[in-house]
């Protein structure tokens, strides 16, 4: 099975490869002087005049020589000589983890391949976070932890050994990739549905839970769950004036890029690849960091391309800190589960957050917003605009604060349900997710099961979104559910049937110069007791009544024409 997929031999490379040491001609206030929060000045990280070639630590490039000590050694002298570049030449250098210090631009020159190593004992345990909690972990292959200036740069290619650790599901393949997998050994689950590489991977759940429940396991005692245990590919924990600009990451073991609790982060001209199958193979992962720029890079990945997070439940609210002062600009993702994500682990808040020309092309959602009950966190004053999608099989808009649990009332039934009977709310409380001031300007996407999907829960509505200059054709036109403080303006959806604009239990909607349909497709309908004060602007204030559908418990003002 391939690694990542040939099929995207033609991705564009944005390769705006650094100047010496680090330094760039990048004007970095093209991406940081209009932006609608307060930023704080971004500098790349500077470097000593100083080089230190992996190869004259011993290194060999052959593939086949293990080159964990001389990674280790040129980084050492070149942390002894005060900083500077350690130069990995043209070849292909198999290595164990590389821990990264301060002061240290670990250089790819053309040609140069970083193939880290498949054998599990290469990677010690640590104690480390998982989505968005304290786990434990393998050794990431790139790891620091507690630095400044760093950097990861040049044109090489950095490759994680992800198909050794990674568990692939059968749904996923087809027929000859699912016989290859069993061919070549490991273990499959009971039902037959997902492929491990081995038994211990296929076991390793079960024994984490058995340690964590212990509460005091030994480091060493997880060993046993050790190939389970998947590292991301590369993990900067508490860093400051962190550059990562030219390489390519693919192939990672779970996630690609993992900055945790990162301060002043430039990514930048990035080519960032996983097989589309691969479990938990995200692109980009800012979880908790802050005066963050990404641009000019581009994903074709398994999970989530760009995704903002800031750890989970009652661990990520006791850390209390939100991913903020982002800007994303110039990126292109070919496949993931969202183009750009917020969540689920969100619970220290995101915020301050302006994504702008971006395109996404076959992302199986476009603009991707989740979390739970129990998640607590705010997100607020998200900034998204000139996005521009194509081919995306489900919403090109989705906010869904069920992930990863059922909704008490599925949305499809909106039509059939008594709907005060069926919608039990919780108390409000800090494990009450918060969605709210997000504004979406200039959003184009051709093809789309459906238009926009809002469902917020029904104690905390999703509120003060805005949405402006949009044009979305779609099998299904838009669904909001339990949703406050909504503006449509110039907003045009192009449903192939049903109903252009369906709200359910939401109220204060402003619709603002709507395209009316064709004779025989429905515009608007309005479902739930707690909707009301929608209104709708403009020249429609002859809007047929055969274009809008009231549920029999909405109250008679509930619709208001203008």
């Known amino acids: 099975m391939r690694y990542y997929p040939g099929s995207k031999a033609l991705l564009v490379l944005f390769m705006s490869v650094c100047c010496c040491y680090g330094s760039s001609s990048d004007d970095l206030s093209y991406y940081t002087s209009d932006l609608p929060f307060e930023m704080p000045q971004i500098q790349a990280p500077q470097f000593p005049d100083h080089t230190e070639n992996i190869e004259d ?186 550059l990562l600009d030219g390489p390519t990451f693919q192939n990672s073991p779970a996630w690609n890029i993992h900055p945790l609790m990162c301060e002043n982060l430039i990514i930048r001209n990035l080519t960032v690849l996983n097989p589309w199958y691969s479990q938990n193979g995200d692109g980009l992962d800012l979880e908790s960091c802050r005066n963050v720029l990404v641009y000019n890079c581009s994903f074709d990945v398994g999970d989530d391309a760009i995704c903002l997070k800031s750890g989970r439940n009652e661990y990520g609210r006791r850390r209390g800190k939100p991913s903020e002062n982002i800007a994303i600009a110039d990126c292109i993702v070919y496949h993931g589960h969202g183009g750009f994500t917020i969540g689920s682990e969100m619970s220290g808040g995101v915020r301050n957050i302006d994504v702008r020309r971006c395109t996404f092309l076959g992302t199986d959602v476009g603009l991707r917003f989740k979390s739970t009950r129990g998640r607590g966190g705010v997100v607020e004053n998200i900034h998204i605009r000139d996005i521009y999608m194509k081919n995306i099989p489900t919403e090109a808009i989705r906010f869904n604060m069920f992930y990863d649990s059922k909704p008490p009332i599925p949305e499809l039934d909106a039509d059939k349900l008594a709907v005060d009977k069926r919608r039990p709310e919780v108390a409000v409380g800090e494990e009450t997710p918060r969605f709210r001031h997000i504004y979406m300007d200039n959003i184009i996407c051709r093809g789309a099961e459906r238009a926009v999907f809002l469902q917020g829960l029904p104690e905390m509505a999703i509120s003060n979104v805005e949405l402006s200059n949009v044009i979305i054709s779609a099998t299904e036109g838009m669904m909001c559910v339990d949703a406050d403080e909504i503006a449509l303006r110039n907003v045009r959806i192009i449903p192939e049937k049903g109903t252009v604009l369906k709200f359910l239990n939401s109220q204060n909607v402003t619709i603002e110069d709507p395209v009316i349909p064709e004779a025989g497709t429905l515009f608007l309908a309005v479902y739930g007791g707690k909707s009301g004060n929608i209104r709708v602007q403009g020249s429609v204030g002859t809007l047929p009544s055969e274009l809008i559908k009231i549920g029999k418990e909405v109250s008679a003002d509930a619709l208001i024409l203008e």
């Open 57 to 242: 630590h011993g290194a060999v490039g052959d593939g086949q020589v293990l080159n964990t000590g001389a990674f280790r050694r040129a980084i050492e002298a070149c942390v002894r000589a005060g900083g500077g570049r350690v130069v990995v030449p043209p070849g292909i250098w198999l290595t164990g983890p590389i821990q990264l210090q301060s002061n240290i631009n670990l250089h790819l020159e053309q040609g140069a391949l970083i193939q880290f190593s498949s054998r599990f004992e290469d990677y010690p345990l640590m104690r480390s976070t998982w989505e968005g909690l304290e786990e434990v972990r393998c050794t990431p292959p790139i790891y620091g932890a507690n630095l400044e200036n760093i950097a990861v740069t040049g044109s090489g290619i950095i490759d994680g050994a992800g198909e050794a650790w990674r568990p692939v599901k059968k749904f996923k393949t087809t027929d000859p990739q699912w016989r290859g997998l069993l061919g070549s050994g490991g273990a499959v689950s009971k039902d037959g549905r997902v492929w491990w590489p081995s038994k211990q991977a296929l076991n390793g759940a079960k024994t984490v839970r058995r340690l964590n429940a212990k509460g005091d396991a030994d480091l060493q005692e997880y060993a046993a769950a050790r190939e389970y245990l998947r590292p991301v590919l590369i993990n900067l924990v508490n860093c400051r004036n962190v």
